[in-house]
């Protein structure tokens, strides 16, 4: 395991960091000390090279070494005592502040995509995390021409589990680090960027521990079923789902074949999305409309195999330990829309939480269940039927709800993606590395207490605390 130490570089990264700079930089020291500091730069250099390679080399840290590794081709003749003419000053200077923009690039990088470090939950449970495959028998894959295919999805359940120090944790993307890296490329490709881009994310372990035992004891555990962002997967709010856990709630998180990004099947196969946007405004909203529905049934089904999962028809760890008349219905952006719609279509669930999720349901109608609304810093002028279509929606709940409106956030800010993506206030907020994702879990345990396990206090001033309330 790599440990990092400043702005998430290792020992010998930044060791290969410095030795390069000092390359770059030896040409114009004074005549004395010019010398012993290429020695130095190119001994440092070579030895962080050797560490790294046996360690494995991040992509960010290629620049760096590119750059150190230029810059010792020019200082070799000095290095060897070769006689050689030095260049003059005005056409060494672009060569060495080209090299310098390489090296500082790579150590940019490491700064903008770094590995996660998932922050430890806050509950006093430890958490395990299993995976599980759930096929629909009544329900046709309708993103295939298959007749014989039916809906299948993928289930990540977080729960609170016995602690174990010396446990392994588990992987963030994937049961194996394969799978990790499958699905980070995927997530990669579905946003147009360059296959390698998330690796660290791939490589990137949580706090759960794989199957982990049970929490000690015979209490039920209150579920909270989430459904991920347009192309988004299970793990993309891993962070929210783990403080739950620990806090004495299991939470099924969904793949959604087609639609998540990838989805890797029990069978081997990886199935990628279909969805894809057309630019035309009607035709998009029809397709978001029926991906929402399909999201929908899908949340219904998992709650259905849950409550087989708790009766013993379904082998698995938490047989006897799902309280399901407790169950809520949460996601974020589209899946925020399909907990919406399931809820009023499933008298089952006994609260919803959306999180920045633009509603999509055709035809909305009263519901019981209380709502928590969760979303961005909407500015003047920007999504102007949002705020007036969400609150609408809410208002059709006949019990009290809430949309709570969180300053310096942004779309992104209420999953994990803070953790490792550029911290750039357009895409992920403002608020740093790790308030978004712990500002997302204060909040909705406050509700989810009150609305699961009807805990007495004043929820209003607890959520007001995070953000600008407003209580429908």
């Given at each position: 395991?790599?440990?990092?130490?400043?702005?998430?570089?290792?020992?010998?990264?930044?060791?290969?960091?410095?030795a390069a700079v000092v390359l770059v930089l030896a040409r114009w020291l004074p005549p004395g000390a010019r010398?012993?500091?290429?020695?130095?730069?190119?001994?440092?250099?070579?030895?962080s090279a050797i560490v790294l390679a046996v360690l494995g080399i991040r992509w960010q840290l290629i620049p760096v070494l590119v750059g150190g590794a230029i810059a010792l081709t020019f200082a070799a003749p000095s290095l060897l005592r070769r006689p050689a003419r030095r260049a003059r000053w005005w056409l060494a200077l672009p060569g060495s502040a080209a090299c310098l923009a390489l090296i500082l690039a790579g150590a940019a990088a490491v700064w903008a995509l770094p590995r996660p470090v998932f922050p430890q939950p806050s509950g006093a449970y430890a958490v395990g995390a299993t995976v599980m495959q759930w096929t629909d028998p009544d329900r046709a894959e309708t993103a295939t021409s298959r007749t014989d295919d039916k809906r299948t999805v993928v289930v990540q359940l977080w729960?609170?589990?016995?602690?174990?120090?010396?446990?392994?944790?588990?992987?963030?993307?994937?049961?194996?680090?394969?799978?990790?890296?499958l699905v980070a490329r995927g997530e990669a490709d579905y946003l147009g960027l360059p296959s390698f881009i998330l690796d660290e994310a791939a490589r990137a372990h949580t706090r759960s521990v794989p199957d982990a035992p049970v929490a000690a004891g015979g209490g039920r555990f209150p579920v909270v079923l989430f459904s991920p962002g347009l192309g988004g997967v299970r793990a993309q709010s891993t962070t929210w789902a783990e403080e739950l856990a620990s806090r004495g709630y299991v939470v099924a998180a969904l793949d959604h074949p087609y639609d998540s990004a990838v989805v890797t099947l029990t069978d081997g196969r990886s199935i990628r999305t279909r969805v894809a946007s057309t630019g035309d405004q009607t035709e998009d909203d029809r397709r978001a409309a029926g991906w929402t529905a399909v999201r929908a049934a899908d949340l219904s089904f998992v709650l259905t195999q849950l409550g087989r999962l708790d009766r013993g028809e379904i082998p698995g760890l938490l047989t006897g330990r799902l309280d399901i008349p407790r169950a809520a219905a949460t996601g974020h952006s589209l899946g925020g829309a399909a907990a919406l719609q399931a809820a009023r279509q499933d008298p089952r669930f006994a609260a919803v939480i959306d999180m920045d999720g633009f509603p999509r349901d055709p035809a909305p109608q009263p519901f019981n269940p209380p709502v928590l609304a969760l979303t961005h810093d909407v500015k003047p002028g920007e999504e102007p039927d949002y705020i007036p279509r969400l609150t609408r929606v809410l208002q059709f709940s006949t019990a009290t709800s809430y949309r709570l409106t969180v300053p310096g956030s942004a779309h992104l800010t209420f999953t994990d993606a803070p953790l490792f993506l550029p911290p750039l206030p357009m895409l992920v907020g403002s608020l740093g590395r790790t308030a978004g994702p712990r500002l997302t879990a204060g909040a909705t345990v406050a509700f989810l207490d009150a609305a699961l396990r009807g805990t007495s206090g004043d929820l209003a001033g607890a959520l007001s605390r995070y953000g600008q309330l407003t209580v429908l």
């Open positions: 395991m790599t440990v990092t130490i400043f702005f998430g570089l290792s020992l010998a990264e930044l060791l290969a960091l410095a010398r012993p500091s290429m020695w130095a730069g190119a001994a440092a250099l070579a030895v729960y609170p589990a016995q602690r174990d120090p010396a446990a392994r944790r588990a992987w963030y993307l994937g049961r194996t680090a394969q799978e990790a890296r």
